[in-house]
């Protein structure tokens, strides 16, 4: 269903910490004119924690209709709570999202069981299609291939985000998802071999920076370029990485305030980068020409 490169954006923001919709709608724009294969705000790089939900809904709102049908909008509307999940989608399908993306759920660290059923019943009261996302590294759970499966025999239930940082994971999803079911890397250094291997594309930080890098990437790829889609990885691999020197957003919310583009503004418990990072990552930047 979902094929290519979708950024998940960040959450720019005034001085006083609210939420700068005019910085949000150039980004929104900027993302679609380079030609960008989709749109996920309110995952973890949007800041979602702490927004609340009125200000969560409205971002998603902005974002669909700055997109105006130009690109899908999968919402981030997932929470350890499973009440809180279904009413964020419900909300988001109200908007017009394409579909959610829905967080294995965090800190209360449910078993399997608890798992399938905290989607289906998101699934099947909000009715809108759901990108399952799997990052056990934040939320202290691992969703299980085969939990994967049952909910994927569910048609709503259209692709994963998969952010386990196990490839041999990754491939069995590969290898028993059915057809139409979209396998999506969460991270943007394992898009190549996740691609290559058949996956969709990607959720990505990284292309806010480089998106027609990235979409050239997995492009080349699905084209069986696997030799030009290679050397793409290679010579991104550094900023890549380099985006991820500290906790997601701030590097990548740092480097578009580096380029004047958005404000270097968190809200707490985020802070911004200390001055050795944030100088280690404008360096990154001007080496790939990306900062004047």
């Known amino acids: 269903m979902f094929r290519g490169v979708f950024t998940a954006l960040i959450t720019p923001m005034n001085q006083d910490g609210s939420v700068d919709y005019g910085a949000l ?37 902005a974002t669909i209709r700055v997109a105006n049908g130009r690109v899908p909008v999968i919402a981030g509307t997932g929470s350890n709570s499973t009440d809180e999940a279904v009413m964020l989608t419900r909300r988001a399908a109200e ?30 009261e909000s009715r809108l299609p759901i990108v399952v996302y799997n990052i056990a590294g934040r939320t202290g759970r691992n969703l299980e291939t085969d939990t994967l499966m049952r909910l994927a025999a569910h048609p709503l239930c259209v692709g994963v985000k998969e952010a386990s940082g196990d490839l041999g994971q990754m491939m069995d999803v590969l290898n028993r998802r059915p057809e139409g079911f979209s396998v ?6 394992l898009t190549f071999p996740l691609v290559a291997l058949g996956g969709d594309g990607v959720i990505s930080v990284v292309s806010h920076l480089i998106p027609e ?4 990437m997995v492009r080349s790829v699905q084209e069986g370029s696997i030799e030009e889609a290679r050397q793409l990885h290679f010579r991104y691999l550094k900023l890549m990485k380099s985006i991820f020197i500290d906790v997601n957003p701030l590097p990548v ?3 578009l305030a580096l380029q004047g583009r958005v404000r270097e503004v968190f809200r707490l418990p985020l802070c911004p980068l200390d001055p050795a990072r944030k100088q280690q990552l404008a360096e990154v930047l001007r080496d790939y020409g990306l900062l004047n």
Do not use: W
């Open 25 to 61: 709608e150039a980004l929104v724009e900027d993302q679609i004119r380079r030609g960008i294969s989709g749109l996920v705000p309110m995952g973890t790089t949007g800041e979602s924690p702490t927004l609340d939900y009125d200000e969560h809904s409205k971002v998603v709102e």
């Open 95 to 124: 908007a017009g999202a394409a579909a959610s993306l829905q967080v294995v759920p965090y800190y209360n660290r449910p078993n399997q069981e608890g798992l399938y059923r905290h989607f289906m019943r998101v699934m099947e």
């Open 184 to 189: 999506l890397s969460g991270d943007d250094n």
């Open 213 to 216: 890098a990235m979409v050239r």
């Open 253 to 255: 919310k740092t480097c």
